[in-house]
């Protein structure tokens, strides 16, 4: 899983789009809503 932190810029959606197409699992956050706790909780590949 990727998590991607979106910093409300319109780049994010583009980049999902691309991992998506690749095959990853991307999970998508807006920065103000996720700690550097629940980030290191959900263990992400990148």
Known sequence: ???VIDNFDS???NL???LGQCG???V???NHEIT???IGAMN???
Do not use: H, N, S, W
């Open 1 to 3: 899983m990727i998590l």
């Open 11 to 13: 780049f994010t959606y």
């Open 16 to 18: 999902v789009q691309y």
């Open 24 to 26: 990853a699992e991307v």
């Open 28 to 30: 998508v956050k807006r």
């Open 36 to 38: 550097m706790k629940e």
């Open 44 to 46: 992400p590949d990148g």
